[in-house]
């Protein structure tokens, strides 16, 4: 169909980007391939697809530099492919704009959960639309314009630092946030390098948010990179 989402995929490894088209194209996307950093610009330009789904590791181009360019002109939702280990690859590509990452493998499900987490946000920007202002998480309940928190119904008091840090996590609810970009929204672009600040404040809200602090469901872990909120 000519209506549905448009999709371009930019990497050199010929099974991911056949798995790729096939998970994608079961759900009705369309599906441009392109080897290339060069192939990939070149199709991103011509075709002004609905997301990119963007290799770090490219054979002409490294992944990060393709999205550094692509920043300079477009908020396309842009999901990176990363190698297992590569932390600081995947956090600088976050840091440059991208919006969600995947590491290989992964699954179909995983796959299509980051994508149309991606395309969401993007729709709701473009349509400048506001963000709800009361946020259902499960048995917690945010009330971002009263800053208010409940939890099965009993109120949460949490700190100034603690709600700001939770109504980020709400505004970008499914897509994983870096310390450093949770630093500069929370604390100031003079606070980035500590990162400690983040998982202290992290922990707390878990204490007060989740059944089990030591396995939470809600504010989720991603390993050596930073957080993302789980949308029930």
């Known amino acids: 169909m000519t209506d549905s989402p448009l999709i371009v995929i930019i990497d050199d490894e010929p099974p991911i980007r056949q798995f790729l088209r096939v998970s994608l194209g079961v759900e009705g996307f369309r599906v441009i391939e392109a080897t290339t950093a060069a192939e990939g610009l070149r199709a991103i330009t011509q075709q002004l697809p609905a997301l990119v789904l963007l290799?770090?590791?490219?054979?002409?181009?490294?992944?990060?530099?393709?999205?550094?360019?692509?920043?300079?002109?477009?908020?396309?939702?842009?999901?990176?492919?990363?190698?297992?280990?590569?932390?600081?690859?995947?956090?600088?590509?976050?840091?440059?704009?991208?919006?969600?990452?995947?590491?290989?493998?992964?699954?179909?499900?995983?796959?299509?959960?980051?994508?149309?987490?991606?395309?969401?946000?993007?729709?709701?920007l473009s349509a400048g639309s506001p963000l709800e202002a009361v946020v259902e998480l499960g048995e917690v309940r945010v009330d971002l314009a009263g800053r208010l928190v409940t939890r099965a119904g009993a109120e949460v008091k949490l700190t100034k630092i603690e709600f700001d840090l939770l109504a980020a996590l709400v505004k970008h609810a499914g897509r994983v946030l870096t310390h450093r970009q949770l630093l500069k929204e929370v604390w100031g672009p003079q606070a980035v390098e500590e990162p400690h600040y983040v998982r202290v404040f992290v922990a707390a809200l878990r204490k007060k948010l989740e059944p089990d602090p030591a396995r939470p469901k809600l504010i989720i872990t991603e390993q050596g990179v930073g957080y993302r909120l789980r949308m029930p």
């Open 55 to 124: 290799d770090l590791g490219l054979p002409d181009r490294d992944g990060k530099e393709v999205l550094r360019e692509l920043r300079g002109w477009t908020a396309l939702p842009v999901i990176v492919l990363s190698a297992r280990g590569e932390e600081a690859a995947k956090i600088a590509a976050l840091d440059a704009g991208a919006d969600d990452y995947l590491t290989k493998p992964f699954g179909v499900g995983e796959l299509l959960a980051r994508v149309r987490v991606a395309l969401r946000h993007a729709a709701r």
